[in-house]
């Protein structure tokens, strides 16, 4: 069964003005606005969420949602998951895409929790997150696991 997020995205300005703005808007009903742009090396607003950083986002955030439901289902105990990801943005044959896509997170784990099993999960995350299913990015993963 298909599922729909439908969502808005507002501009306005002048593309004949140099430079000409890319800040915008992006929302969905019933959720908080967020401001973005392009990169600031593209021209844009270094303040406001940019493509780049969104891909990332949404990769690392179905990620560690599917971990955490697999982890929930398996019974094994994750008290806190703090990844720092990064989109890596390439040109490679004139063509400029995410390259890839960098998960290092630290998973916090009750004390006594098998680290094989975690390390395990995470890579099984990968195969059931629907981001991961969407994108032909490479993905690098480079869980660290800690008890406590």
Do not use: Q
Not at 24 to 30: D, L, N, P, S
Not at 35 to 40: N, Q, R, Y
Not at 66 to 80: P, Y
Request: one cysteine or more.
């Amino acid at each position: 069964m298909a599922h729909h997020y439908p969502l808005t995205l507002s501009w306005s300005g002048n593309t004949l003005a140099d430079p000409y703005g890319r800040d915008a808007v992006a929302g969905a009903e019933g959720k908080t606005p967020i401001s973005v742009s392009s990169a600031a090396e593209y021209a844009g607003n270094a303040l406001r969420w940019n493509p780049e950083d969104l891909l990332g986002t949404a990769l690392a955030t179905c990620h560690m949602l599917t971990f955490l439901a697999l982890c929930a289902k398996a019974r094994v105990e994750i008290l806190g998951y703090d990844d720092p990801a990064e989109s890596v943005l390439d040109t490679v044959d004139k063509v400029t895409s995410i390259t890839e896509i960098h998960l290092n997170p630290t998973i916090r784990v009750a004390p006594g929790t098998s680290v094989e099993k975690v390390v395990e999960l995470f890579g099984k995350a990968h195969k059931y997150c629907f981001v991961a299913n969407s994108i032909k990015t490479k993905v690098l993963m480079r869980p660290t696991v800690v008890e406590g």
